[in-house]
């Protein structure tokens, strides 16, 4: 596993960025290092921001997802950074995936409403549930597999990955949504999904700040 590479620190926020297989914050039934655990050795005084166990964890990441996070260092950033991200006030996140097949248009968006059902999230047709919007751009294609880059709106669990197979197209490698068959015949080193930008106001002032984390290899080369 590749170590955390910090991007960006000053007194109120680190930004990261994640490597894949790492779990954000210890996790019933996982062992290992998290994001938390590599975070508190460089800064201590991120020691019980937002609680025990979650120090300065202000939005998550899946465990195979790798890429670009923002951690608050003290209780001021992270109640400013929370309301923004919880509200989707200015917040950007864009992600880049290696998706088996493509969607059946260039780009678009899709809104539905989604909601949890055992270890999985659901597209409810009741329209229950939490609104997801996911927008979608496809980058390149080939040999049955595309580049697509995803922005979102809302930040629901699982969401790329639920509206990736939606639209015909799920992230590669990916156990839960995606196309065992086509994995099997090419298998991924891992799930290929990866944030790469992420913009938000900065805490102190309210600027808006953007941050980028290059693709690892695996996502480029696959």
Same mark, same amino acid.
């Given at each position: 596993?590749? +170590?955390?590479?910090?991007i960006?620190?000053?007194?109120? %926020?680190?930004?990261v960025?994640?490597?894949? !297989?790492?779990?954000?914050?210890?996790?019933?039934?996982? @062992?290992?290092?998290t994001m938390?655990?590599?975070?508190l *050795?460089?800064?201590?005084?991120?020691?019980?921001?937002? !609680?025990?166990?979650?120090?300065?964890?202000?939005?998550?990441?899946?465990l195979?997802?790798?890429?670009?996070?923002?951690f608050?260092?003290n209780?001021?950033?992270?109640?400013?950074?929370?309301?923004?991200f919880?509200?989707?006030?200015h917040?950007?996140?864009?992600?880049l995936?290696?998706?088996?097949?493509?969607?059946?248009?260039?780009?678009?968006t899709? +809104?539905?409403?989604?909601?949890?059902?055992? @270890?999985?999230?659901?597209?409810?047709?009741?329209?229950?549930? #939490?609104?997801?919007?996911t927008?979608?751009e496809? #980058?390149a294609r080939r040999?049955? *597999? @595309?580049?697509?880059?995803?922005?979102?709106?809302t930040?629901?669990?699982?969401?790329?990955?639920?509206?990736?197979? !939606? %639209?015909? +197209?799920?992230?590669?490698?990916?156990?839960?949504?995606?196309?065992?068959?086509?994995?099997?015949?090419?298998?991924?080193? *891992?799930? #290929?999904?990866?944030?790469?930008?992420?913009?938000?106001?900065?805490? @102190?002032?309210?600027?808006?700040? *953007?941050?980028?984390?290059?693709?690892?290899?695996?996502?480029?080369?696959?």
């Open positions: 596993m590749r +170590c955390p590479k910090i960006f620190d000053d007194r109120d %926020i680190a930004v960025s994640k490597p894949a !297989g790492m779990l954000v914050h210890p996790a019933p039934g996982h @062992s290992g290092p938390v655990d590599f975070l *050795r460089e800064f201590p005084e991120m020691r019980g921001v937002g !609680g025990e166990g979650h120090d300065g964890v202000v939005h998550r990441l899946d195979d997802t790798s890429g670009i996070m923002v608050a260092k209780r001021r950033a992270y109640l400013a950074l929370r309301r923004d919880e509200r989707h006030d917040v950007e996140k864009t992600y995936a290696v998706t088996n097949g493509a969607p059946f248009a260039n780009k678009g899709l +809104c539905n409403f989604l909601f949890k059902s055992g @270890s999985k999230m659901k597209v409810s047709p009741e329209g229950r549930g #939490l609104r997801a919007v927008r979608w496809v #980058l040999n049955g *597999r @595309s580049l697509v880059e995803f922005r979102i709106e930040g629901r669990m699982h969401q790329i990955r639920v509206h990736a197979a !939606g %639209i015909g +197209c799920p992230v590669a490698g990916d156990p839960l949504y995606g196309d065992k068959e086509a994995d099997a015949r090419r298998r991924p080193p *891992r799930m #290929l999904l990866h944030a790469v930008e992420l913009a938000f106001p900065h805490p @102190s002032d309210g600027r808006i700040v *953007r941050f980028a984390a290059v693709p690892p290899p695996e996502i480029v080369n696959f």
